[in-house]
């Protein structure tokens, strides 16, 4: 098992330890433990990061990514 963080590499928005699209697995189980006491801030988190990786992503790209995908 990695010991290294399940962390977004941007601008690819691919996870750091294992290479599958971010958030993986192994980081939504960290970050709902993370974030169980406040869950609120989990969503504004995450719609924070929707949106860094849709502009990154569709900066990268021709076409850009299914919204189902992200």
Known sequence: MSSQRHAPVRPFWLCAADAQPWPCGRARVELAAEYADEPRLLAVDMA????????????LYPRPPEPVAM
Do not use: S
């Open 48 to 59: 924070d990061c929707l949106g860094e990786a849709t502009r990154d992503l569709c900066g």
